[in-house]
Structure formats: C-alpha cells, structure tokens
C-alpha cells in the first residue's frame, strides 16, 4: 500500500481512461508512458472496465528492475468506484488504488480492510474531513476546474498537510496552477486521453503526455 501511495506522490500527472475502446487501451497506455505517465486509472463506468485493468497491468505494470527491488513501471487503479462491489472486482482485477467520485464510507472501509490507497472525492471543507477519518490516501478535489486554483488555496490554509489530487477539467492550460496552488497530483481525462477512435493518434497523446509532464515537474521544481 505505502509503495503505491508513494508512487502517486512520485509521478502527479494521474491518466482518466474513460469510454476507451478495449483494443486500444494498451496502446493508449503505452502511449501514455512512452510520454512520461506512470499512473492509470480506469473509469468504472464502462461496462468492461475490469477487463481494461487486467490488460493494462499484463502489458505494463511489470518491475522496472530499479536496485531497490522493482517498483512497477505502471500503476494501475479503478475509478468511479462507489460500491463495494466495484472495489472487489476492481482489485481481483489488478487494480492498486481506487477512486471515488464523492465520500464514499463503504469504499472506504472495504479499502482500509483489503490495503488499497484511495483517492476520496471530495469538494467542502466537510466532505474533506469525513475523507480523512475514513482513511483516504488523498483527497481528490472535484470538479476542480470549475472551483480553480485559488479554492484549492483556500482549502489549505485550514488543511496545510492535506494532499490532493485535483480533477475534473484539469489539462495543459491550467496544470501549473493547480500545482502552484498546492495539489501533490492532477487527474486528466478528456483532455489527453479522449481521441477519434476510428483513427486513433498514438503519438499525439505520448506528446500531450509529455507536455503535461513538463508542466508538473516545472511547478514542482519552482516550489522548492
């Protein structure tokens, strides 16, 4: 559980997989870590989700082999998880983390039994405190692009240790400022993994990927 809380820490730029058709979505992912994307999560909402997750973790989620015992190249989580059901079958899947569009108490708890980091959607200063007594690794502050950067930066001041992923209209436009503002990671859907899937555009995504990438790292390295 540490290792995969700490690999979300390690690389902030959280891929959404939401409507991807099930034979492109290795593809997608490697175009994704081919651009710098080390974190997957697949959207509960598609019927077949399981399946993505199990396909993702074959293909990409092998030991890098580093000298302090093989992180994965690859971590892959399940999102839109909001029985406890989902979060089974999300994990006898291979899913590592889940994620959760609101406080969710039963995810919650069935995480904390079964070791599984969660990423607790939550937008009030009362659904932030409900997250942390349940658990959550992070807060997931959604939808965080309407709210903007400068909510985030209100959030912290009663919550200076709060670590929070912010998703939902997140892309190049606003990255750095979410990250300025404060959040550890960012969540992106649409905008880098939504394609035409009749012709799919493998490098446009490795470098949209890799933009994204740029901009996390450049905010971080600014902050210290």
């Known amino acids: ?30 175009a994704l870590l081919l651009g710098g994307v080390r974190s997957l999560e697949v959207a509960f909402t598609d019927a077949d989700a399981s399946d993505k997750i199990t396909a993702l ?8 082999g580093d000298a302090s015992g093989g992180a994965p190249r690859v971590v892959v989580g399940a999102g839109t998880v909001t029985t406890p059901e989902r979060a089974a079958a999300a994990q006898a899947a291979g899913a590592t983390f889940v994620v959760t569009p609101h406080v969710a108490p039963r995810v919650n708890a069935f995480a ?31 939808p965080a692009g309407p709210l903007g950067p ?3 930066r ?16 997140i892309g190049a436009s606003n990255a750095a400022a979410f990250l300025e503002a404060g959040a550890i990671g960012l969540g ?11 012709a799919p555009d493998f490098d446009t995504v490795a470098a949209l990927a890799r933009q994204l990438v740029d901009v996390a790292a450049t905010a971080r390295e600014a902050q210290r």
């Open 150 to 152: 400068a909510y985030l």
């Open 188 to 198: 992106v859907g649409g905008a880098l993994t939504s394609r035409d899937w009749t």
């Open 1 to 30: 559980m540490n290792r995969i809380i700490e690999h979300l820490r390690a690389y902030p730029v959280l891929a959404i997989l939401r409507g991807v058709p099930a034979e492109h979505v290795v593809a997608l992912g490697r």
């Open 154 to 169: 209100a959030l912290l001041g009663p919550y200076p240790d709060l670590e929070v992923f912010a998703v939902g209209g």
């Open 57 to 64: 973790v074959a293909a990409l989620g092998d030991a890098s």
């Open 112 to 142: 904390r039994e079964h070791a599984l980091p969660v990423l607790c959607g939550a937008t009030t200063p009362s659904e932030i405190a409900q997250a942390r007594e349940q658990g959550a690794a992070f807060v997931k502050l959604f």
